[in-house]
């Protein structure tokens, strides 16, 4: 079965907050090693030396298995967008003819209210009544809308693409500029394409639409 979009936003969630707990830890790091250089400049031998530099080790191994799980989890999130379920348009039938001459005046038709794929019913004309032949048009496609995340890597990329050269961009050069996990890069470029802010042509070649 596929995966709702829901689920899919969540694991994003998660990717975000593994990515502000890795952004952390390496302000641990540098915190921590400035002080093991701190302690060593003045007492080099000594016990305190030792437990610094033991729990700066400490702290350095924790932020390398948070690395180490956010790139499984981009893993994981790219094969969940695979399988992410397509949004399911409302299909209304109308009753026909008859139906829409008891509509009182000034209502507007299921068409304007709802955001659907409107059919209406094949009905046999009247007698001494001319059938109106309609011609069948796809409603336009709504506008993609674009998420926080969407909106920092559309910005990112005016600054580095244009509109005349295709350029070569990898998903973590997009997400250090954008400034989001490296995970989210993937579904927020489809979002950005398909709004018709950004053209790709193959995979990771982009220029400005």
Not at 16 to 31: C, D, G, I, K
Not at 152 to 176: C, F, G, M, N, P
Not at 200 to 209: H, Q, S
Request: net charge positive.
């Amino acid at each position: 079965m596929p995966i709702s979009p829901s689920t899919l936003l969540a694991l994003q969630k998660a990717g975000e907050n593994l990515h502000t707990a890795q952004q952390a830890f390496a302000r641990e790091v540098q915190s921590n090693a400035a002080r093991v250089v701190g302690i060593v400049a003045s007492e080099p031998f000594s016990n305190e030396a030792d437990r610094a530099y033991a729990q700066l080790r400490a702290i350095a191994r924790m932020a390398h298995e948070l690395q180490g799980i956010e790139e499984q989890l981009k893993t994981l999130y790219g094969a969940a967008a695979e399988m992410m379920q397509p949004e399911t348009p409302v299909i209304v039938a109308l009753a026909g003819h008859g139906a829409r001459a008891q509509t009182r005046p000034g209502t507007r038709s299921l068409e304007a209210a709802q955001d659907a794929v409107v059919k209406a019913a094949p009905q046999r004309p009247p007698s001494k009544a001319k059938p109106v032949r309609k011609t069948a048009k796809d409603p336009a496609s709504p506008p993609q809308r674009l998420s926080a995340n969407d909106e920092k890597v559309l910005a990112h990329l005016k600054t580095v693409l244009d509109r005349r050269s295709w350029t070569a961009l990898s998903q973590a050069a997009i997400a250090q500029g954008a400034g989001i996990p490296t995970g989210s890069v993937g579904l927020a470029i489809r979002r950005v394409v398909a709004a018709g802010a950004v053209r790709e042509k193959g995979k990771g070649t982009y220029r400005l639409a």
